[in-house]
């Protein structure tokens, strides 16, 4: 148990459907992360929060959609996915300031069909 | 056309055995770097952690190296026993300062430890 959890951890959606993907970290960090981990490719940083602003958007599709309300949640809105965009979804958190461990959550595995 | 997964290097060592696993990294600028186990249906799970001013750090059965001149990291790991079978990933911070990090991670090494 890390402190991240993530819900649910496993997901199928058809290509129309619209689903939000959860994360909750319990370790009082300020940043939090999606990473997505697929079978082709290494592990790929998507978005970063720090302090509920978004710093970084990693050039992601539209049809992935962030939503950091505040520094314990974070969410992963998802719309008309393709089934590439299958994968496992990690989420990550760190506390302030640079150069810290990134603590991940058990992931949500994707399936678009 | 037929998709094709990640080819992941894969190292097998008979228990008790040590096994070093590496990894080239790419920012000759990176100044932090983790290695991360990663079993399967879990998240990554940090290992260890160096600095770019260090090239060498040991933990608990666990050593990292870091060779700056050739940008290579190695995970050393003593008297390897079965829960030690997972993947390895290295990671280097990029960096984004104090605004969060920015992890680019290798593409993992099996690790499979033989009884």
């Known amino acids: 148990e890390t402190g991240v959890t993530q819900t649910p951890r496993h997901l199928v959606m058809g290509m129309t459907n619209k689903k939000s993907l959860k994360c909750e970290q319990h370790?009082?960090?300020?940043?939090m992360y999606w990473y997505k981990q697929s079978a082709k490719k290494p592990l790929e940083l998507m978005f970063v929060?720090?302090?509920?602003?978004?710093?970084e958007n990693n050039s992601v599709p539209s049809r992935f959609s962030p939503e950091c309300p505040n520094s314990s949640h974070l969410f992963l809105h998802l719309h008309t996915l393709q089934p590439e965009d299958s994968a496992l979804y990690l989420c990550?958190?760190?506390?302030?300031?640079?150069?810290?461990?990134?603590?991940f959550g058990q992931g949500t595995r994707l399936t678009v069909v | 056309g037929e998709s094709v997964g990640l080819h992941l290097p894969t190292l097998s060592v008979q228990e008790g055995d040590n096994s070093i696993i590496n990894c080239a990294y790419s920012?000759?600028?990176?100044?932090?770097f983790i290695w991360y186990k990663q079993e399967s249906g879990k998240g990554p799970q940090f290992i260890i952690d160096?600095?770019?001013?260090?090239d060498k750090r040991q933990g608990q059965r666990v050593t990292v190296l870091l060779n700056k001149t050739v940008k290579h990291l190695s995970l050393q790991i003593a008297a390897t026993q079965p829960g030690d079978s997972a993947v390895y990933f290295c990671?280097?911070?990029?960096?984004?300062?104090?605004?969060?990090?920015?992890?680019?991670f290798g593409p993992g090494t099996r690790l499979s430890v033989l009884p």
């Open positions: 370790l009082g960090h300020n940043a």
């Open positions: 990550a958190s760190t506390p302030g300031g640079a150069n810290t461990e990134a603590f």
């Open positions: 929060y720090n302090f509920k602003e978004q710093t």
């Open positions: 920012n000759s600028a990176s100044d932090y």
């Open positions: 160096i600095r770019s001013n260090m």
């Open positions: 990671a280097e911070n990029n960096g984004m300062g104090n605004y969060g990090q920015n992890f680019v």
